[in-house]
């Protein structure tokens, strides 16, 4: 049974089909019969021009060889026009009710967002290089510069020991030695945490290991390290945004999961580098935390997220209360045309 139209429906404004934002039509016997607001705007309809009692034809027709409806305006412009035709009685009679869309102007929004979209990619790209950059040189600088200073602080303070005999002054020599050489180490673990030279040197499995190792020994979990082989050097891009997405997931599996149990893989497949990240930790519902932007995890989610989508990745998160986290990556690796468009690596 066709759906009914209220008979009077042209002299009902008000009426549900007024009130759609999209153009509508009730066409019978190949005439209209209504027209909405909208309608009437998108077929340039002037103050005094109305729509019903026009053939259909005169407003849409269909191209030849094409599944394309033309529509034409009543101030002689055309549009490409995107219908959904359905049956519908009207006064006892069959009728069809036809919704109508510009699809010139929903191409060109399509194309608008894309563009925007591909704009922000390169953006968000080239953010993440300037931070890797930025990261690299603040890591060098620790090291060579603070750290060769704190490096010859220790040496004096040996020195001014060895010609000093006051027990007192001695102490607090001892005492300052012991405070630069703390904090020596702390800026060797933070240029190393900034950018480990390993990656550059030894490649992602043996920087992997390297933090993997130190988490284990500050936090004192279970941390497990499966690596398969894989094609070394690694693309650069392809191994940092690997290195950070581990680095972030074993940060919030051991500051905010509470684990004590962490398996990180690392695996060539399918000419992509897969990785995961599990663990026995509290785990937390991923809806709501996705939902939450403000809050740290959500923060590194994204951030790990981005990185892998900027490499046409992609990265999972399966969690739930009580139930701990895994945080899977797929990384594709670049083929040559992705060579020459990614510009240099902004490290120098």
Known sequence: ?????????????????????????????????????????????????????????????ADDGSEEVRGARLDGSGFSASVKSEPVSLAGEPAFLLLVRDADTERALKHRLESQRAELLALSGRLIQLQEHERRHIARELHDEIGQCLSAIRVQFAKLKRRIASADVLTLIDSAASMTERTLGSVRSLSLMLHPPQL??????????????????????????????????????????????????????????????????LHRRDNALKLAVSDDGIGFDAERIRASVDTVPTLGLLSMTERARLLGGELSVTSAPGQGTQIAARLPFPTQADHDDTPGDAGG
């Not at 690596?227 to 500051?255: H, K």
């Open 200 to 265: 550059d040197t030894l490649g992602l499995p043996a920087a992997l290991r390297w933090h993997l190792a130190e988490q284990q020994k500050v936090h004192g979990v279970d941390i497990v390290f499966e690596a398969g082989p894989l094609d070394e050097p690694l693309p650069p891009e392809l191994a940092i945004a690997a290195y950070r997405i581990v680095q972030e997931s074993l940060s919030n599996s051991l500051r905010h999961a509470r684990a004590r149990h962490v398996t990180v893989s």
């Open 1 to 61: 049974m066709l759906p009914t139209l209220p008979c009077g429906i042209a002299s009902e404004p008000e009426g549900w089909l007024a009130a759609l934002p999209e153009a509508v039509l009730v066409s019978r016997d190949g005439r209209v019969a209504y027209a909405n607001d909208a309608a009437h705007r998108l077929f340039a309809a002037a103050p005094g021009d109305r729509l019903p009692g026009r053939p259909l034809v005169s407003l849409l027709t």
